[in-house]
């Protein structure tokens, strides 16, 4: 809520109806954000969000504001229509399906060699010296990495071979061996870069072949190992 206020007072109500329904539209979208996270929350692999994450998309919103004071100035004139573009497109990565990075992974008790805190203390001046000008940049690439990857995965992804289907069973098989929850069609294509019809077909054939059990919750198909 604070963001779409934030973004509405600063940049959106010059534009009357079009801004507030911008900032709706962002209030919606991260409600809808937040209700997915919290459904999915055992279906969704931990190294991943579904959908730009609501703190994210917030730090999209508070750096413009900083970015753009700090490189105009504190100017009262209209601000620039791409701004409602920018909300838009904010609020539409919330309710997308575009997965991002969320850091889960990472160990943060774990000893870390020495260059680690190096880089980290590095990070921390470059950020102090122009913060407004980093933590931008640093929001942006983060809000975009997601759509690039995507697009990067769709070119890679392989299209199924007959004489591949024995090859992406064994691969099905080994993932779900390696996972206690089940793990859905979606999940088993970004791990193994397939096509969807690939993993969705080879999945319903080892079902039938009693090696796995399919079951659906939602909209999604979830697989697991007959163990």
């Avoid at 933590?135 to 890679?156: C, D, N, P, T």
């Amino acid at each position: 809520l604070a963001p779409a206020i934030l973004s509405f007072l600063w940049a959106l109500k010059p534009f009357g109806r079009i801004g507030w329904l911008a900032a709706f539209i962002f209030v919606v979208g991260g409600a809808f954000r937040l209700a997915r996270f919290n459904v999915n929350t055992e279906m969704v692999e931990k190294k991943y969000f579904v959908g730009l994450p609501i703190p994210a998309a917030a730090g999209v919103i508070a750096t413009s504001v900083l970015a753009y004071h700090h490189f105009f100035g504190y100017s009262e004139s209209d601000k620039p229509f791409w701004f409602v573009v920018v909300v838009l497109g904010i609020a539409f990565l919330m309710v997308s399906n575009i997965r991002y990075y969320s850091f889960n992974d990472i160990d943060l008790i774990k000893r870390r060699p020495f260059k680690i805190l190096l880089f980290l203390v590095l990070g921390a001046l470059v950020i102090a010296a122009d913060p407004e000008s980093v933590l931008f940049l640093m929001s942006v690439v983060y809000a975009l990495s997601g759509v690039v990857e995507g697009i990067r995965h769709r070119k890679s992804v392989d299209v199924l071979d007959i004489d591949d289907e024995d090859v992406v069973k064994e691969e099905i098989i080994d993932f779900l061996s390696k996972s206690q929850n089940p793990l859905s069609t979606n999940d088993i294509c970004l791990k193994l870069e397939r096509a969807w019809h690939s993993i969705q077909t080879n999945c319903l054939r080892l079902q039938i072949e009693g090696k796995i059990h399919g079951f659906r919750a939602g909209r999604l198909n979830l697989w697991q190992l007959i163990r």
